[in-house]
């Protein structure tokens, strides 16, 4: 089945620490990004990426970093210099950018502090 | 800078009955779209509807549709005969679909939960 996946389901992190969450996609899309999903809130963009090697920052990109060697593959690193990193964190994709091309999302990541 | 407003946090209606959740947004655009995603309890993130701003007429999927107010810029979402399966959350988002720097981007509301009671 297509899809975006997305490991673990669960993280902890310990202080000082980072991260890597990781989002892997067989649609064939271009665009991936990634959100954080906080309490009664509605998702933020942190990072985004409209093609391989070409990523732009969002609207909360401070603590993060990301990665895109492949089309498939678009990690989330979430660095120690982020001192609220406990949310739901959501990978997407598209074919492209843009709104004539839904955005699919997978089943999130929820990053704890230990 | 574009926002998005719901401002219900909550909401609650009887199995087989309609329900119209609220949205208003925030631009200075003439080109965008409008979105109406649902996050289950699984906390998957699901497409609802779209809206292209320039088409006058209202978006239907099934059972949902929309209110599209260009104008008083506002988009609300109407479910009718609700069902159990509707219970989630929705969230109202906004997308420019001009060039510059938020060409692509998702802006979503605060999100409000439904409930559907049998």
């Known amino acids: 089945d297509g899809g975006i996946t997305q490991s673990p389901k669960y993280l902890f992190r310990k202080e000082g620490q980072n991260v890597t969450l990781s989002c892997e996609q067989n649609?064939?899309?271009?665009?991936m990004y990634w959100y954080r999903q906080d309490p009664g809130q509605g998702l933020r963009l942190i990072y985004y990426?409209?093609?391989?090697?070409?990523?732009q920052k969002g609207d909360i990109a401070e603590g993060y970093s990301v990665s895109r060697e492949k089309k498939e593959s678009f990690p989330l690193t979430v660095t120690s210099a982020q001192k609220n990193p406990t949310a739901f964190y959501l990978c997407?994709?598209?074919?492209?950018?843009?709104?004539?091309?839904?955005?699919?999302f997978g089943d999130g990541t929820r990053l704890s502090i230990l | 800078a574009q926002t998005v407003t719901q401002s219900q946090p909550e909401m609650s209606v009887q199995e087989a009955e309609t329900v119209t959740l609220s949205c208003t947004y925030d631009?200075?655009?003439?080109?965008?779209?409008l979105f109406w995603y649902k996050q289950p309890p699984s906390r998957q993130m699901i497409l609802v509807i779209r809206?292209?701003?320039?088409?006058?007429q209202n978006a239907t999927e099934n059972r949902f549709s929309v209110n599209f107010q260009k104008a008083a810029k506002s988009f609300s979402l109407k479910i009718s005969d609700s069902q159990l399966g509707d219970t989630a959350m929705y969230f109202c988002?906004?997308?420019?679909?001009?060039?510059?720097?938020?060409?692509?981007?998702?802006?979503f509301g605060q999100g409000t939960i439904l409930t559907v009671h049998p």
């Open positions: 997407a994709s598209s074919i492209s950018q843009g709104g004539d091309q839904p955005q699919h």
């Open positions: 649609l064939n899309h271009d665009a």
């Open positions: 990426s409209q093609i391989v090697n070409d990523f």
């Open positions: 631009t200075s655009e003439n080109n965008y779209y």
């Open positions: 809206q292209e701003a320039y088409k006058q």
């Open positions: 988002a906004f997308m420019t679909n001009a060039g510059g720097t938020s060409y692509g981007k998702l802006t």
